[in-house]
């Protein structure tokens, strides 16, 4: 079955540290890929996605993203973070077989930068 | 133009009765998608709609979960009976109408608990 799975559960980093957030997949064919953020209180938002072409993909407040096929892993990363950065960081998964548009999530990646 | 629309955000229920979600998605959006989230899990997808239709509803629990997307008002999820393991947030997505696998834009989430 299709899966997602996020390594780090929970980070903690200074201000102006550098972020990679690992994510791998399971399927074989092709895959649109998301990463999702969801701040204190307030509702997930799109960082990025990746649906095909340049595996580089830059998304909104510095984020990017980098889609190596081989690896089946979609990590997050950021040169360096503020604290506003402070969230739950989601990966998600469409996979090209469906017709349904379903996502499948990762379990999430709690992220805490100290000022 | 508005975004997608959950309501009520809260939602306290004793074991037994009944509980009502509901979404409104985004002006233009046809699909919508109902996900769960439990404490420390990731969203896990529940069901997906179009107007009138229910197109996948392999993520819903087989009893006591019910979900609708009728032609004139919001999408409503039902949970009769409820009981202490349903307590979680829900949220609903949308998406335009046209290739699965596009974004989709979420609501800001009922956290439902059950007494």
């Known amino acids: 079955a299709q899966s997602v799975s996020q390594h780090n559960h929970h980070v903690i980093l200074s201000e102006a540290a550098s972020l990679e957030l690992g994510c791998n997949y399971s399927?074989?064919?092709?895959?649109?890929l998301f990463w999702y953020v969801q701040y204190p209180g307030q509702h997930l938002q799109l960082l990025l996605k990746y649906f095909s072409g340049d595996p580089l993909v830059k998304g909104i407040k510095g984020f990017e993203a980098e889609f190596i096929k081989s690896k089946f892993s979609f990590n997050l990363r950021k040169p360096s973070v503020q604290w506003s950065d402070t969230a739950e960081y989601f990966c998600a998964l469409f996979f090209g077989s469906s017709n349904t548009g379903k996502l499948i999530f990762g379990q999430g990646t709690t992220l805490q930068v100290k000022p | 133009n508005a975004g997608v629309m959950q309501n009520p955000r809260h939602l306290v229920r004793r074991r037994g009765q009944e509980a009502r979600l509901r979404c409104s998605p985004m002006?233009?959006?046809?699909?919508v998608y109902w996900y769960r989230q439990l404490p420390e899990e990731g969203l896990k997808f529940m069901v997906y709609?179009?107007?009138?239709?229910?197109?996948?509803e392999s993520g819903m629990p087989k009893e006591r979960f019910s979900a609708e997307f009728p032609k004139e008002g919001p999408s409503i999820l039902r949970i009769q009976q409820v009981v202490r393991g349903d307590s979680a947030a829900y949220f609903c997505?949308?998406?335009?109408?046209?290739?699965?696998?596009?974004?989709?834009?979420f609501g800001p989430g009922t956290r439902l608990t059950v007494l």
């Open positions: 399927y074989g064919g092709t895959v649109n």
């Open positions: 002006k233009g959006h046809s699909h």
């Open positions: 997505a949308s998406s335009p109408p046209g290739l699965a696998g596009a974004e989709q834009f």
């Open positions: 709609l179009q107007k009138e239709n229910i197109i996948d």
